[in-house]
Each structure stands twice: as structure tokens, then as C-alpha cells.
């Protein structure tokens, strides 16, 4: 399904049978992936019971809340048909730039605090169904100039035009976004870091980063770690020394899945 900013669908369902599920998996993915990147996360939920709710937002929702807005009253209005009958566990999965791109907005309306927003009843059974949030590479402090470098970067695949154009396209385009809209990307930036606070009760929380993270940089993710803690937040991190901003990487594919498979057996 389409809305304003992205896509989301369900991934297997259909093949595990709604009465079988255990729990839902909701994965904001990274920017350009697709079901093929996420196949080894969905085997894995798949293969504990878990059912995955997959939503991917466009480059641009990066920098137009209402587009994530949009798509994030969409990814609700399907928890809640599929908890209002036998409510289930649920669990928020963000890799990299996808808790800009959506989830910070899910959880804005989870607690009632989205602009424009006319009543929280309605999304109260899934806010109770939440009990935990995972974190690969991610959370970024997201500004133009960032939105531009996950735009660029090696791991992103440049399928239909030449580097140097691509290149020359983003840049001018974060350009023009700086100009038009630098004091609504700082009120954006603030709004965002709070809203992920604020969501400290919709805990335990599952954080995976690298040191040599060139999009996502350990000096970040730690503070977002210990704020979380100071506030009472239960935490596990998970630290690589060297590990690049590819989230699929083989390399580091193992450590993820076992983390993975660890905090979803004890819910």
C-alpha cells in the first residue's frame, strides 16, 4: 500500500496464518531498500512467529513531516485491524534513517501529540501492545546535510543516473531545502529527538551501532543511550568496532540476528 510518503505491506503473512502470529514486527527500513534487503530479518520473525509490517519512506519524507505523518496513520490504522480482535505483542524495528522517516511520527500519535490529531483512543490498544523498540544504526540527528550523504553514500545503489549527476542533484537539492526551510529543520530536529525520548516507557530497547559509523555516529547513538537510561529506560547496546553504515552487511549479519532473536524470545 502507498500513502503521502512511502509504502508499507505486510511481508508473509499470508503464508504464516494470522491465527498462528505471536507477535508484529514493525520495520522502518533504510532508505532505498526493498523486501530483498530485508529477507533476513523477515526469515527471522517469520521463523519465531512474528508477522512484519514493513513500511519504507520515500527520500524526501526525510524533510516533510506531514508526508510521515501520513504514512504513519497508515502503518496504525493496520495494527490496530490487526490487534483489535487478539491484541499482540508489538515491537518497533528503525534501521537507520527510518525513525525520521517514520516512526518518530507513529509514536507522536501513539502519545496523542501530533499536530492536527482529533483523538488518542483509537491508537490506545496498539500504545498497549508496544513492549520494545530495536535501533540499528539509528537513531541519526537528521539535517539536510546528512539527508544528502544518505543519499550519496556508497551503499545507496545508483540505478538510474550517472554519480556526477546524482551527485550534482542531491547537493543542489539540500541546497534549496537549507534556503527555503533552515528554521523549520531545526524546530523538525528538536521535535524529533523529544519524541524519541518521550517514548522511554515503550521500552526494553535494543540499540546496535558501530565506532566508524560514517552516517549514524557512535558519539550520538551513545547519548541517545545514556539519556534514555537516565530517564529509566532499560537498555542493552550492542558495539562494533569497524562496522560501515551498510546494514546488510554479511559481516555483521550473525551478531544482528542473535540480538534479534534474543529480545523477541523473552517478550
Known amino acids: ?34 523486501e530483498r534487503h530485508l529477507k533476513p530479518y ?10 512484519c509490517l514493513i513500511c519504507h519512506s520515500d527520500f524526501l519524507t526525510l524533510f516533510f513531516p506531514e508526508n510521515a505523518t501520513s504514512l504513519a496513520y497508515g502503518i496504525l490504522n493496520e495494527l490496530v485491524e490487526e ?27 501513539l502519545e ?5 490529531q482529533l483523538s488518542l483512543d483509537e491508537y490506545q490498544l496498539v500504545r498497549d501492545c508496544i513492549c520494545g523498540q530495536v535501533y540499528d544504526s539509528s537513531p541519526v540527528d537528521f539535517t ?31 541546497s534549496a531545502l537549507d534556503t ?19 517514548s522511554v516507557s515503550m521500552g526494553p530497547f535494543l540499540i546496535l551501532y558501530s565506532e566508524d559509523d560514517d552516517l549514524a555516529p557512535y558519539q550520538i547513538i551513545s547519548r541517545f543511550a545514556q539519556h534514555l537510561q537516565e530517564l529509566g529506560g532499560n537498555i542493552k547496546l550492542v558495539k562494533w568496532n569497524n ?13 544482528r540476528m542473535l540480538c ?8
Not at 1 to 25: H, I, P, Q, S, T
Not at 44 to 49: C, E, F, I, P, V
Not at 243 to 255: G, P
Open 42 to 51: 523477515i526469515d527471522l520473525y517469520w521463523s519465531l512467529g512474528w508477522s
Open 83 to 109: 490487534v483489535k480482535n487478539r491484541p499482540l505483542p508489538i515491537v518497533l524495528v528503525a534501521f537507520s534513517g527510518g525513525s525520521k522517516g517514520c516512526m518518530y511520527k507513529v509514536l507522536q500519535l
Open 144 to 174: 539536510s546535510g546528512v539527508g544528502t550523504q544518505f543519499f550519496l553514500h556508497p551503499t545507496i545503489p545508483k540505478m538510474f543516473h550517472p554519480p556526477r549527476v546524482v551527485s550534482w542533484m542531491a547537493k543542489s537539492l539540500a
Open 1 to 34: 500500500m502507498w500513502g503521502d510518503g512511502g509504502r508499507f505491506y505486510w511481508a508473509r503473512l499470508e503464508r504464516m496464518g494470522r491465527k498462528n502470529v505471536e507477535g508484529v514486527v514493525v520495520v522502518f527500513a533504510w532508505i532505498s531498500s526493498d
Open 260 to 267: 534479534l532473536r534474543c529480545l523477541l524470545e523473552q517478550l
Open 243 to 255: 562496522s560501515c553504515h551498510h546494514i546488510s552487511s554479511i559481516t555483521k549479519l550473525s551478531t
Open 180 to 198: 527555503l526551510f533552515l528554521g523549520r529543520f531545526e524546530a523538525q530536529r528538536a521535535e524529533y529527538w523529544q519524541t524519541l525520548y518521550s
Open 112 to 116: 496523542g501529540k501530533c499536530d492536527g
